[in-house]
């Protein structure tokens, strides 16, 4: 892999990640562009506890363009767009209209190819590879920055889910505080390892479902599972076998075996439905552990914490979402439509050819 960082012409940082080591990255920026203005600022909410980002500058970001308007397609002769060069393999580029900013965080688009008609699912391993490197590296050097407490990678895929660029992307975000859904887990780990005389809850469950029938797909190094109370009509939960707490601390053999593991898992969540449907829409989440001081989960450090990524889709049956409505929402009480046994079942059924 060879990193190049640049600058784009408002002054946010571009890298390209490429496959070659002799790829030459000098295109310039050539836009007239001003300085990017951000209004930014997280609220703490005293009743629940958890924070809030106001970005009221999001309000005028970049809407379902035209194919011949993406902003994340290489620039070709006049049509400029936010990567320079007219080719690229996987690029990482400051948000321009980010949800944090300067001293509440930071936000990154990463672009997992220059073709807009792709999907992540249609990489090779060798590209898929090449993005695991780069989410690794963007957590490294994100987890460096002052502001920065916790790092988290993730895709959004689909109109359904949300997303207003159709170019196969995916976002970073770098919170100056850890998140509410991880902070969950650290009470749960500490909790057990209080009762069980210093046990590990990722493991436990690890173990559980291993022997258990929700098991999507398994390899050596990573094992996919529908979770005992999944949230979500279509939820897969994938972990690398030897606990790890973030993307840093996979090794070699795991770094190699999850592009066959991981594409594998994204075409069968297209075969859900039946041939014909439209692309399942999902959001694909890597946890970490946090990099700040732990102190308000007494017992519990980074290594207890188990990386993994929550892959799930909205869409409960052909045609018809699954919407949060008031017990959701309002309660944070989900109701599942879906047996998580039937789901598993169903994954393991359409296992791609």
Known sequence: MKKTSTRLADGRELIYYDLR????RDAVDRRPLERTVTT???????????????????????????????PLCPSQGE???????????????????PSLAGDSGRCE??????????????LTEEQARLVLDAWT?????????????QVFCFENRGAEIGVTLGHPHGQIYAYPFTTPRTALMLRSLAAHKDATGGGNLFDAVLESELAGERVVLEG???VAFVPYAAHWPYEVHLYPKRRVPDLLGLDEEART?????????????????????PPTPYIAAWHQAPF?????????????FALHLELFTIRRTSGKLKFLAGSESGMNVFINDIRPEAAAKRLREVASS
């Open 137 to 149: 590296d963007r957590t490294s050097e994100l987890s460096h920055l002052p502001s920065v407490e």
């Open 292 to 304: 700040g001081a732990l102190e308000d989960f007494e017992g519990v450090g980074r290594d207890d």
């Open 40 to 70: 930014s600022e997280v609220r703490r909410d005293p009743l629940l506890g958890d924070s809030v980002a106001i970005a009221s500058h999001r309000q005028g970001r970049t809407y379902h363009p035209p194919k011949d308007e993406c």
């Open 257 to 277: 075996e999850f592009p066959q593991v991981y594409l594998e898992l994204l075409k069968r969540f297209d075969r859900i439905f039946g041939e014909g449907e």
């Open 109 to 122: 688009v990463v672009c997992f190819t220059s073709d807009h008609n792709a999907s992540f699912a249609d």
């Open 220 to 222: 050596e190094h990573w």
């Open 79 to 97: 049509r400029l767009s936010e990567i320079p060069d007219s080719s690229y393999d996987v690029v990482v580029f400051e948000n321009r209209f």
């Open 21 to 24: 080591d002799d790829t030459v």
